[in-house]
């Protein structure tokens, strides 16, 4: 893993980048909240030592669990400056997120992404974006009629049955609206919470899963097989 600086408007930001492949796909991964996407180390190593060249910008960490506008708009930036500086000329993208990263890569994947009534976030589709990985997304962001309708990229969604912070109840709702359902693959692990996908989870969260490193393990290879299609 290299640690590479990138500046957007003279503030400088930290992007981990695991080159693969030269002919293998591109990974944008996009980190929750905390900011730190080597806190997922399992998942990233495994989509490296597959061949895929993986991008990960570092983010401040939110202090609100309701992120601002600016604070979406810059993630949602700075991920697109990363592919740009780091990704592979013709090569397939894939975006890989988890919670509020996901939720990022949905509105950059044509999603409308909303605040509350009359209050969208300006974020530009990416058309790079092939196909995306979802893990935990906070659906609540698109509920306005038709903010889903130009996504149509293939989607794989998973989420643990103990999350109480993006429970199943909201990636369910995401298969009945989701324009091309026939796209879109639900995964749901018994046991496992909304940290859980994570290797180093937040420092006040008790670990629900009895095996993690083999949860772990398993998820992450089944991202693989999902990004090579």
């Given at each position: 893993m290299n640690l590479s600086k990138l500046e957007d408007d003279s503030e400088l930001f930290d992007v981990s980048v695991?080159?693969?492949?030269?002919?293998?796909?591109?990974?944008?991964?996009?980190?929750?909240?905390g900011g730190n996407p080597e806190r997922h180390v399992t998942l990233l190593d495994t989509l490296a030592d597959s061949g895929c060249t993986v991008i990960a910008p570092h983010?401040?960490?939110?202090?609100?669990?309701?992120p601002t506008e600016n604070e979406l708009t810059l993630r949602a930036k700075r991920l697109c400056m990363a592919l740009d500086i780091f990704g592979q000329s013709g090569a397939t993208v894939s975006g890989v997120g988890h919670s509020i990263g996901a939720a990022t890569l949905i509105a950059l994947a044509g999603g409308q992404m909303w605040l509350g009534p009359g209050h969208r976030v300006d974020i530009s589709a990416d058309a790079r974006l092939s196909r995306l990985a979802l893990l935990a997304p906070p659906t609540g962001f698109f509920q306005a009629q038709v903010a889903l309708d130009t996504v149509r990229v293939p989607v794989l969604t998973w989420v643990g049955s103990e999350d109480n912070i993006t429970p199943p109840s909201q990636i369910k709702w995401l298969a009945q609206v989701m324009p091309d359902p026939q796209n879109l693959d639900v995964r749901v692990t018994d046991g496992a919470g909304h940290f859980s996908f994570m290797d180093q989870i937040p420092p006040h969260v008790v670990e629900p899963l009895k095996d993690k490193q083999l949860f772990l393990r398993e998820y992450s290879s089944e991202i693989c097989n999902f990004v090579y299609g």
């Open positions: 695991r080159k693969g492949k030269k002919s293998g796909p591109v990974v944008l991964f996009a980190v929750g909240a983010f401040p960490r939110l202090s609100s669990p309701r």
